[in-house]
């Protein structure tokens, strides 16, 4: 008999409906069979909790896992290297050392070569800003 013939008859069969004393008595060896809830406790709270998210998440994922799948192993891949990262720049921080003072004497002499080349004679001089008055009206506003 081929597979096509049996999946054909069993689709001509009728199902039958449990008899009630049946249905009766297996559901109340199954509720008996269930701990009784813990009054207080969390965990019978979390459990529906975790049942229906994990129905609403497959009900959401199932349309293409193949790519949910790939999605969460591309995740995996890029924490993996920002963590592998994340070490060598710490690492190369703790190294770095400041510059010398002839270093800096020369970025002094390079600034202040830019400034000339540029036309600005004052570069050399810090710009000294004389203190500007407080304004009255700012403080009105204020206490307004």
């Given at each position: 008999m081929k597979t096509d013939d049996f999946e054909k008859r069993l689709q001509r069969q009728h199902l039958r409906e449990i008899p009630a004393g049946?249905?009766?008595?297996?559901?109340?060896?199954?509720c008996q069979a269930?701990?009784?809830?813990?009054?207080g406790h969390h965990?019978?709270?979390?459990?529906?909790?975790?049942?229906?998210?994990?129905?609403?998440?497959?009900?959401?994922?199932?349309?293409?896992?193949?790519?949910?799948?790939?999605?969460?192993?591309a995740w995996v891949v890029?924490?993996?290297?920002?963590?592998?990262c994340r070490d060598d720049a710490t690492a190369a921080a703790r190294r770095v050392v400041p510059p010398s003072p002839q270093i800096r004497e020369m970025l002094?002499?390079?600034?202040?070569?830019?400034?000339?080349?540029?036309?600005?004679?004052?570069a050399d001089r810090p710009k000294v800003l004389p203190p500007r008055p407080q304004s009255l009206y700012r403080n009105e506003s204020f206490n307004a």
């Open positions: 049946w249905r009766r008595e297996i559901l109340a060896r199954a269930l701990p009784a809830p813990v009054p965990a019978s709270r979390v459990i529906p909790f975790l049942s229906s998210l994990n129905q609403q998440l497959s009900t959401l994922l199932w349309p293409h896992p193949r790519a949910w799948a790939g999605l969460a192993a890029i924490l993996a290297a920002n963590v592998a002094r002499e390079q600034e202040q070569l830019l400034a000339e080349l540029c036309g600005s004679p004052a």
